[in-house]
C-alpha cells in the first residue's frame, strides 16, 4: 500500500516538474521580450546578462511605440480582420458541420474527407492566384482582400461536426417531426450545446490570425491598412532600426490583446477541447 501511495506521489512530482518546466520554456521568451522593452539602447548592448534594468527606457520606448506609429490604427485593423474572419467562418461553418454530422446523403464521407485533405493545404499554395485575384477586382490594400481568403476554416468544420455528432440523434428527429427546419434546427437545438467549442475555435483563429505576417505582407502596402504584425514590420523599416527596446515595447502591445482575451476565455477554451470526441 505504501509502495503505491510513494510511486503515485513520484508520478505527480514529476508531471508537475514537467509541466512547471514546460512553462518556463514557453514564459521565458515573453519575460524576456517584456524585460527588453523597458531597457534603454545601452542597457541592451552592455556586456553581460543582466536581466533587471538598471536604467530605465520603458516610458521613451513605449512612448515611441505610440507616438512614431499609428499603433492603434494597426491594432484596429487587427480586431476588425480578425473578428469579420471568426463571425464569418463560423456562420459558413455551423451549416456545413451540421449537414456532415446530422443529414444523410450522398457523398457525404467524401466531402468530410475533402475538409480533412484540405487541412494539409497551407495560405501558400493559392496565394498567387489569389492576389492576381484581388489585384484585378482592385481589392488590395482592403478589409476584403484580408477577410475573404480566411471566411472557410476547415478546421472549424471538421471540430463542430465532431461535437455535432455527440448530440442525440432523438432530439434532432423529434424536432424535425415538429416541423423544425434544418436550419432551424442547426441553429437553435443543436449549436447552443456547441459553445465550448466554439469558443476554443475562437481562440484558434483569432490567434492565428493575430498573428499572420504572411498574408497581410502579400496584401497590404499602405500603412492604414496593416494589421499588428505589419504594423511592427513597418515601424523596423521607418522608425526603429536597431532599437530593440522600441521593438520589444511594439512587440509587447501588440501581443497584450491575445493575452488578456485567453485568460479571459480560459475556461471556456479548456472545456470546448475536452468535451469533443
Avoid at 546578462?49 to 512612448?63: D, K, T, V
Avoid at 491594432?75 to 456532415?100: D, K, R, S
Avoid at 477586382?137 to 482592403?142: E, H, M, P
Avoid at 434546427?185 to 504572411?214: C, E, K, Q, T
Wanted: net charge positive; with cysteine.
Amino acid at each position: 500500500m505504501r509502495g503505491r501511495r510513494l510511486s503515485s506521489i513520484i508520478a505527480s512530482v514529476t508531471a508537475h516538474a514537467v509541466l512547471m518546466a514546460g512553462a518556463v520554456i514557453m514564459l521565458t521568451p515573453f519575460l524576456w521580450m517584456e524585460l527588453t522593452s523597458l531597457k534603454p539602447p545601452q542597457e541592451i548592448f552592455r556586456l553581460g546578462l543582466h536581466i533587471l534594468p538598471r536604467e530605465w527606457g520603458g516610458a521613451e520606448n513605449y512612448g515611441r511605440v505610440f507616438s512614431d506609429t499609428p499603433m492603434l490604427r494597426f491594432l484596429l485593423n487587427g480586431i476588425v480582420v480578425c473578428g469579420a474572419i471568426v463571425i464569418l467562418q463560423i456562420l459558413i461553418a455551423v451549416p456545413a458541420a451540421y449537414a456532415l454530422a446530422k443529414i444523410p446523403f450522398r457523398g457525404r464521407g467524401l466531402f468530410f474527407a475533402l475538409i480533412l485533405v484540405s487541412l494539409l493545404v497551407p495560405i501558400q499554395v493559392p496565394s498567387l492566384f489569389l492576389y492576381l485575384g484581388f489585384a484585378r477586382a482592385g481589392l488590395l490594400d482592403s478589409y476584403a482582400s484580408l477577410v475573404l481568403p480566411f471566411i472557410i476554416s476547415a478546421f472549424a468544420i471538421f471540430l463542430l461536426r465532431q461535437h455535432f455528432l455527440q448530440f442525440p440523434q432523438e432530439v434532432v428527429e423529434a424536432a424535425r417531426l415538429d416541423k423544425f427546419g434544418e436550419f432551424e434546427i442547426a441553429w437553435r437545438i443543436v449549436l447552443p450545446s456547441a459553445r465550448p467549442a466554439i469558443g476554443a475555435f475562437a481562440v484558434f483563429s483569432m490567434v492565428a490570425h493575430w498573428n499572420d505576417l504572411y498574408w497581410p505582407l502579400v496584401v497590404v502596402t499602405d500603412p492604414e491598412m496593416a494589421t499588428p504584425p505589419l504594423g511592427v514590420v513597418f515601424f523596423r523599416n521607418q522608425e526603429s532600426g536597431s532599437d530593440f527596446g522600441a521593438l520589444m515595447a511594439a512587440a509587447t502591445v501588440i501581443s497584450a490583446p491575445l493575452i488578456i482575451a485567453f485568460l479571459a476565455a480560459q475556461k471556456t477554451f479548456v472545456r470546448g477541447l475536452t468535451s469533443i470526441r
